[in-house]
């Protein structure tokens, strides 16, 4: 064995020496086995009391949590509520305006502080109080003008329940205002001081969500009558070829839905209104509004009103989660910018809490009907150009016929002279274009019955 091991030194040297490696490689990885172990160990031990806290009741973590959560959540509730309040809401810068007044003119320090407290919202939930105090005899979607001076009393009550006497006329002037910024919105007269169909209250109890309506059709009627004679005397429709100044019948078809230019179902005014059932009153008044603003945005466009139409009933063509949608069809005359701005103020009217959806547009030159009744000379000028060819076919011979048909003939070749060659194209820039519009409103904060 000695032997070997002389002959074999530097084998047993090396053998030796890995055996020693060997040795301590396996301690190091004992070692670290067991301190794998204990931070496994550790960790499973963190994990249980991690378990452990999240399994109390309101710990710490969770509470603060839950607190931004809902933070969270009341702003988006917050925006959300603003988004919809896009979709047809028209009427709040009216009601802020109302807001800001009686917080101007507030004369007591008490009455001072509940209207800087005040709010849009806070109005509204008055507006559901009152409604269900009234109980079931009050029915929102037609509570008749009694019901609803009553109505408006009780709120005006409300707000006013912390003022003085001397802040009675804060209230005033709150309601002043509020007149004057939703008279910018509307063609209706909410400024007479003689309210005979409580307008007034009823446009401001529509702001903190009660639907607009009236007791029965009997009284809708002569209220439309005159609201729709007072539009034709102040000349606020921009008609395009429509000979409506005194057809108080053809404007009362023309906003209650039917086409309003020709002379079909044309029966008297009051016959119309008193076929209108009760429940649709609130629709026609809707449409109604729509109706007015887009006469305003063609007044401010410059461009003509030809026709206006809905088809179907007078209920929204759609209502889905609280919004329901009313569809227009429309046809305008005027110049290609003028057409462009008007579309781009409907797409702008966004703004001011109107959302409309053109989902279908179409222009179209003159056509040779509407180009002979226009007013323009230009319009006049084309008429007379596309008759030449005919007038050429129509010239008799000069010593046939009697002696007014020379004249005549005579004239003709002045007429073809005068005008023969004179542009068709380019002369009038005038075009005709035809809209569909989806009127979107939020009606999912509106009080439709007495239970809510």
């Given at each position: 064995m000695s032997e070997f091991i002389k002959k074999n030194m530097t084998l047993v040297v090396v053998l030796g020496v890995t055996a020693?490696?060997?040795?301590?490689?396996?301690?190091?990885?004992?070692?670290?086995?067991?301190?794998?172990?204990?931070k496994m160990q550790n960790i499973d031990n963190i994990n249980g009391k991690i378990n452990a806290i999240t399994a109390q009741t309101n710990p710490r973590v969770v509470k603060a949590n839950a607190v931004r959560?809902?933070?969270?959540?009341?702003?988006?509730?917050?925006?959300?509520?603003?988004?919809?309040?896009?979709f047809g809401c028209y009427l709040d810068p009216a009601v802020n305006a109302f807001l800001d007044t009686l917080k101007k003119e507030a004369a007591s320090e008490k009455f001072k502080k509940a209207a800087d407290a005040m709010t849009l919202n806070g109005l509204h939930e008055i507006l559901v109080k009152k409604v269900k105090d009234m109980g079931k005899d009050f029915k929102p979607v037609n509570p008749g003008i009694d019901g609803l001076n009553k109505l408006y009393r009780l709120v005006k009550e409300e707000i006013l329940a912390s003022a003085d006497a001397q802040d009675s006329v804060a209230y005033d002037k709150a309601f002043a205002a509020f007149l004057a910024e939703a008279s910018k919105v509307t063609l209706e007269d909410l400024n007479s001081e003689k309210d005979e169909y409580a307008?007034?209250?009823?446009?401001?109890?529509?702001?903190?969500?009660?639907?607009?309506?009236?007791?029965?059709?009997?009284?809708?009627?002569?209220?439309?009558s005159k609201y729709t004679l007072d539009l034709v005397a102040k000349k606020k429709i921009p008609f395009a070829n429509m000979e409506m100044d005194n057809n108080e019948s053809r404007i009362t078809n023309l906003f209650t839905g039917r086409r309003g230019v020709t002379d079909?179902?044309?029966?008297?005014?009051?016959?119309?209104?008193?076929?209108?059932?009760?429940?649709?009153?609130?629709?026609?008044?809707?449409?109604?509004?729509?109706?007015?603003?887009?006469?305003?945005?063609?007044?401010?466009?410059?461009?003509k009103l030809v026709s206006l139409y809905r088809a179907g009933s007078y209920l929204p063509d759609a209502e889905d989660n609280g919004y329901s949608t009313f569809s227009t069809e429309l046809e305008v005359r005027g110049t290609l910018p003028q057409i462009r701005d008007f579309a781009n103020k409907l797409h702008q009217e966004y703004k001011n809490n109107r959302v409309y959806l053109v989902t279908y547009l179409n222009l179209s030159c003159d056509r040779n009907e509407d180009a002979?009744?226009?007013?323009?000379?230009?319009?006049?000028?084309?008429?007379?150009?596309?008759s030449y060819v005919k007038l050429l076919n129509t010239i008799p011979e000069e010593?046939?016929?009697?002696?007014?048909?020379?004249?005549?003939?005579?004239?003709?070749?002045?007429?073809?002279?005068?005008?023969?060659?004179?542009?068709?194209?380019?002369?009038?820039?005038?075009?005709?274009?035809?809209?569909?519009?989806?009127?979107?409103?939020?009606?999912?904060?509106?009080?439709m019955n007495a239970k809510k």
């Open positions: 020693v490696i060997a040795v301590v490689l396996i301690a190091l990885v004992v070692m670290q086995y067991q301190a794998i172990n204990e959560i809902n933070e969270d959540a009341a702003a988006l509730e917050q925006k959300t509520k603003e988004q919809q309040r896009v307008v007034q209250k009823a446009v401001f109890l529509q702001a903190l969500g009660l639907p607009r309506s009236f007791e029965n059709a009997l009284k809708f009627a002569p209220y439309f079909e179902d044309e029966e008297s005014n009051d016959a119309a209104l008193n076929k209108i059932g009760n429940k649709n009153i609130p629709y026609i008044m809707t449409r109604i509004q729509i109706y007015e603003n887009l006469i305003k945005n063609m007044s401010e466009a410059g461009v002979r009744k226009a007013d323009s000379t230009y319009s006049k000028e084309i008429a007379n150009t596309m010593n046939a016929g009697n002696e007014e048909q020379i004249k005549q003939a005579q004239k003709n070749k002045s007429i073809v002279n005068d005008n023969w060659g004179a542009a068709l194209i380019g002369v009038n820039d005038e075009v005709y274009a035809v809209f569909h519009i989806n009127y979107i409103v939020f009606t999912g904060d509106q009080i």
